[in-house]
């Protein structure tokens, strides 16, 4: 065979392979579509690889996997992996570093995702509380109720499953979407004994991927609520919370409703920091005390359980 009639099988031959797709090109073309990214994304370290244990869609909620882990002072925090509905999210968790059995709260971060502030309450928190921040925007900025409550639950599981946490004191708190979320879990999860809704949306449901108002549960309701919330809330205005608490006073549910003249809506997360003004720090200590109340102490509302 000449030269060039064994160039022109040769050359044949490639371009068979190659509209075959057993060329080394990529497909990226074909590549699966990523889930929605929250914009922004939610901050925080993240699992950069699977350890030998894993966990993989079917693992349990009470053996995450564990990403990394810091003692600093007085406090542990680390971020794992906990499993909800088959998908991986990461939390993010603070905890006393001394031997005990403490109180924990379940922190709903806002619709911005897990700013740094966040994670520094949760540090402040963790001088006597264990707390989780789950990412609950990991695959979708506006994921379904359902959801995120069973990511809420897994967390619950979570907790429930360490040595350092007295099951029967368990918190939620949750700001902006988190603060609905507050709203709206606490009267459906029965393993909160009380709640602390930052600005939140009482009145805020009726579509397909958030159903019901938190409003609508007020009659499930069986532990105490603190309500914090500013008179400046664009977003939430404040006739909705006096809206709101007077619907609960009606239904004879026991709440606390703590109001700032002249802040804002999200005025505890300035530019994602944690704001060391006079109202912040206050709110904070309200929340706190509010804790230790009735998590520690048998409470209005939640005796009965």
């Known amino acids: 065979m000449s030269r060039t009639r064994l160039l022109i099988v040769i050359m044949l031959l490639l371009s068979f392979l190659s509209a075959s797709g057993c060329t080394g090109t990529s497909d990226t073309d074909d590549a699966p579509e990523q889930p929605d990214s929250p914009e922004p994304i939610p901050e925080g370290p993240e699992a950069e690889e699977e350890v030998e244990k894993g966990t993989g869609g079917n693992a349990l909620a009470s053996e995450p996997e564990t990403v990394n882990s810091e003692t ?4 542990q925090t680390l971020t794992v992996n906990i499993t909800a509905e088959d998908q ?4 993010y968790i603070s905890a006393p570093a001394e031997d005990g059995e403490y109180p924990a709260v379940v922190l709903i971060h ?3 995702g897990l700013e740094q502030g966040y994670q520094d309450m949760a540090d402040r928190l963790a001088d006597g509380f264990v707390v989780v921040a789950p990412q609950w925007q990991t695959y979708s900025r506006s994921p ?4 995120v409550e069973a990511l809420v639950r897994s967390s619950i599981n979570y907790l429930k499953n360490r040595d350092d946490v007295d099951p029967e004191k368990l918190g939620l708190t949750g ?5 609905r979320y507050t709203m709206l879990f606490l009267p459906q999860v ?4 009380s709640g602390v809704a930052w600005y939140g949306f009482p009145y805020s449901g009726g579509t397909e991927v958030q159903p019901d108002e938190p409003a609508s549960m007020i009659d499930q309701l069986e532990d105490p609520m603190l309500i914090i919330h500013g008179t400046r809330d664009e977003p939430s205005n404040i006739s909705e919370i006096y809206r709101y608490a007077g619907e609960l006073d009606a239904a004879d549910k026991y709440f606390e409703l703590k109001v700032y003249q002249g802040e804002p809506h999200g005025f505890m997360i300035k530019e994602g920091e944690l704001s060391e003004s006079f109202v912040a720090q ?3 200590d309200e929340m706190v005390d509010f804790f230790n109340r009735t998590l520690s102490n048998p409470a209005p509302g939640n005796s009965s359980r």
């Open 190 to 193: 029965e393993e909160f004994k």
């Open 175 to 179: 700001f902006c979407a988190g603060g």
């Open 88 to 91: 991986e999210y990461p939390a």
């Open 144 to 147: 379904s109720d359902s959801g």
């Open 282 to 284: 206050d709110a904070y």
């Open 110 to 112: 806002s619709f911005n």
């Open 72 to 75: 600093t002072g007085q406090i």
